[in-house]
């Protein structure tokens, strides 16, 4: 059958800037993908990498597709193509299909039930206390993440550590994220340090996406979760046994990553990429679908950090006429 892909860009600021050891987000900007069949019914997906060179990338290749295909078409094309963008068109073909198959109901997501992701703008420990006070009276998660290494804190995140170990309760989890902004001394330093913390759920790739022999030697003393190198280096996916982050916005086709969720011995984590509604609807089902696998954990799903809006609406069309 004969497809047509339309798209429409769209843009939005986050509530507030990210800063990590790689660079400061504050905007996120990309594409949304309309697919229609000649019937009339309409798939939705969204493109947006977070490395801005990437986008000119997936519009090429987009290109290179054509506007007017077929599914076997871009079917073919998917594996080869960015996570970005495998993403977007594995979303609307899915859309597609589930007219015919039925198979896909999504699922939403409580984002409270989320891990609480620090501000990366101020001493967290301060925002660590306000949320323990909220989250005593309206049941959230207990697990918060803590993004280090940023290239703009003035704080020495050593005696932070300290700060937040004494303040934090024995029933909270910590997961501290370098953003592979370590060394392997200062992993070193860390690992030595937090060894024995029971409340450290993981450390998120502590050493930069490419140094592989010095990440698994380094899981060897201390739970690490892998991130950046998944999307650099996609077969470590099925290698690498302990946590695994995934940010389904990046990973590619989504309809692969749901199957691979659902495998008995998944340690996986789903993870925002700060999507549009269209994009949420899959970050949401996946992050459903993993809290009722063999190894729950509270997805990373940044609540507050996207704005509200028509943008962010669970339904597509909506989103579509509001980009
Ligand atoms: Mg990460």
């Given at each position: 059958?004969?497809?047509?892909?339309?798209?429409?860009?769209?843009?939005?600021?986050?509530?507030?800037?990210?800063?990590?050891?790689?660079?400061?987000?504050?905007?996120?900007?990309g594409f949304l993908l309309q697919i229609k069949d000649s019937d009339g019914n309409c798939g939705w997906g969204e493109v947006s990498p977070i490395e801005k060179n990437e986008?000119?990338?997936?519009?090429?290749?987009?290109?290179?597709?054509?506007?007017?295909t077929t599914k076997d078409s871009i079917e073919n094309y998917l594996c080869e193509l960015p996570g970005?963008?495998?993403?977007?068109?594995?979303?609307?073909?899915?859309?597609?299909?589930?007219?015919?198959?039925?198979?896909?109901?999504?699922?939403?997501?409580?984002?409270?039930?989320?891990?609480?992701?620090?501000?990366?703008?101020?001493?967290?420990?301060?925002?660590?206390?306000?949320?323990?006070?909220?989250?005593?009276?309206?049941?959230?998660?207990?697990?918060?993440?803590?993004?280090?290494?940023?290239?703009?804190?003035?704080?020495?995140?050593?005696?932070?550590?300290?700060?937040?170990?004494?303040?934090?309760?024995?029933?909270?989890?910590?997961?501290?994220?370098?953003?592979?902004?370590?060394?392997?001394?200062?992993?070193?330093?860390?690992?030595?340090?937090?060894?024995?913390?029971?409340?450290?759920?993981?450390?998120?790739?502590?050493?930069?996406?490419?140094?592989?022999?010095?990440?698994?030697?380094?899981?060897?003393?201390?739970?690490?979760?892998?991130?950046?190198?998944?999307?650099?280096?996609?077969?470590?996916?099925?290698?690498?046994?302990?946590?695994?982050?995934?940010?389904?916005?990046?990973?590619?086709?989504?309809?692969?990553?749901?199957?691979?969720?659902?495998?008995?011995?998944?340690?996986?984590?789903?993870?925002?990429?700060?999507?549009?509604?269209?994009?949420?609807?899959?970050?949401?089902?996946?992050?459903?679908?993993?809290?009722?696998?063999?190894?729950?954990?509270?997805?990373?799903?940044?609540?507050?950090?996207?704005?509200?809006?028509?943008?962010?609406?669970?339904?597509?069309?909506?989103?579509?006429?509001?980009?």
């Open positions: 059958m004969k497809l047509i892909i339309n798209i429409k860009p769209f843009s939005f600021q986050l509530t507030r800037k990210l800063i990590t050891s790689q660079g400061i987000i504050h905007n996120k900007i986008l000119k990338e997936c519009i090429e290749s987009l290109n290179f597709i054509g506007r007017i970005a963008l495998s993403f977007g068109l594995g979303a609307s073909l899915a859309d597609l299909e589930n007219l015919s198959i039925r198979q896909l109901d999504f699922e939403g997501f409580d984002i409270t039930e989320s891990s609480y992701l620090l501000p990366t703008d101020i001493d967290p420990s301060e925002s660590i206390v306000k949320y323990l006070d909220r989250s005593n009276k309206e049941k959230s998660s207990r697990t918060i993440k803590w993004k280090v290494s940023n290239q703009e804190n003035n704080f020495n995140e050593e005696k932070t550590l300290q700060k937040i170990l004494n303040i934090l309760p024995k029933n909270f989890k910590l997961r501290i994220d370098p953003n592979g902004g370590w060394s392997r001394q200062k992993a070193q330093e860390w690992s030595s340090e937090l060894k024995n913390e029971t409340r450290l759920q993981w450390i998120e790739q502590p050493l930069p996406s490419k140094d592989i022999e010095g990440l698994f030697s380094l899981a060897n003393q201390i739970p690490i979760a892998l991130d950046e190198s998944l999307i650099e280096f996609p077969y470590l996916r099925k290698i690498w046994k302990s946590w695994q982050i995934r940010r389904p916005a990046l990973d590619g086709d989504p309809r692969l990553l749901l199957k691979e969720l659902e495998k008995e011995d998944s340690r996986m984590v789903i993870s925002t990429a700060f999507e549009t509604g269209i994009g949420r609807r899959w970050i949401n089902h996946l992050a459903a679908r993993q809290v009722k696998g063999k190894n729950p954990c509270a997805p990373g799903l940044a609540p507050g950090w996207c704005p509200k809006g028509p943008l962010f609406d669970n339904n597509p069309k909506s989103v579509w006429g509001a980009a």
